[in-house]
């Protein structure tokens, strides 16, 4: 599979700061994604981008799909505790092959 | 709606037993896929299928196989259960590969072989 190369692996936040994380990679693809797991749980999806250039939000979240199709971006903005668990990007080409990032796990800061 | 179901959720095997991990999706999805997931690790691909009776390998099919006689279900067999294959195992879905339709996850199947 096209390597992703997600980062960071890991951060601690405090409620209310905002939070990125960015995946790279050094193939091209035409759909990023971004999902949410959370302990016992299957992954689930936050954003999906399309279009190189995009910028989408759903709520707190917004992602990018950078222009040169290489790579995409995920902020939280005023993070709160729900917001902790492992996020992964995820992309494919023309066809159905995920390829995936080897997640960012958000933990709140005691 | 129940969405991708998965069963058993956790499982420990011996080396060399076998077992067959379910995936069913009440969604009338024609994609499915199993996955495995390592720890500090992406999800990796191990088969996938396109339709009832069709399937193909993804990643890291070795010691894996599937089946797909109808368009809700598709097993996923360990024949030969090795340490290696201790994961998390996720089955997912989709209705199409392009806009809006993005794969749908179980909540996965833990699998220790000791």
């Known amino acids: 599979g096209q390597q992703l190369n997600q980062s960071p692996q890991s951060m601690f936040i405090q409620e209310g700061e905002d939070v990125s994380m960015n995946c790279t990679s050094s193939s091209i693809f035409n759909t990023w994604l971004w999902y949410k797991q959370e302990p016992g749980e299957g992954p689930v999806l936050l954003i999906a981008?399309?279009?190189?250039?995009e910028l989408t939000s759903n709520g707190r979240l917004t992602a990018q799909f950078g222009i040169t199709r290489k790579d995409s971006f995920l902020n939280i903005s005023a993070s709160i505790p729900s917001d902790v668990g492992i996020y992964f990007c995820a992309a494919t080409s023309n066809d159905y092959k995920l390829s995936f990032g080897a997640g960012t796990t958000v933990t709140v800061r005691a | 709606n129940a969405g991708v179901t998965q069963t058993p959720k956790f499982r420990i095997l011996k080396i060399g037993q076998s077992m067959t991990l379910q995936c069913t999706q009440d969604m009338n999805h024609n994609y499915m896929y199993w996955y495995r997931q390592d720890p500090g690790m992406g999800l990796k691909l191990i088969y996938y299928?396109?339709?009832?009776?069709?399937?193909d390998k993804g990643e890291v099919p070795n010691g894996y196989n599937v089946s797909r006689s109808t368009t809700e279900d598709f097993p996923l067999r360990l024949e030969l259960a090795a340490p290696s294959q201790t994961s998390v195992y996720f089955c997912?879905?989709?209705?199409?590969?392009?806009?809006?339709?993005?794969?749908?996850f179980g909540d996965g199947t833990r699998l220790s072989i000791l």
């Open positions: 299928s396109v339709g009832a009776g069709i399937t």
């Open positions: 997912a879905s989709s209705s199409g590969t392009g806009v809006n339709q993005p794969q749908h």
């Open positions: 981008l399309y279009k190189a250039g």
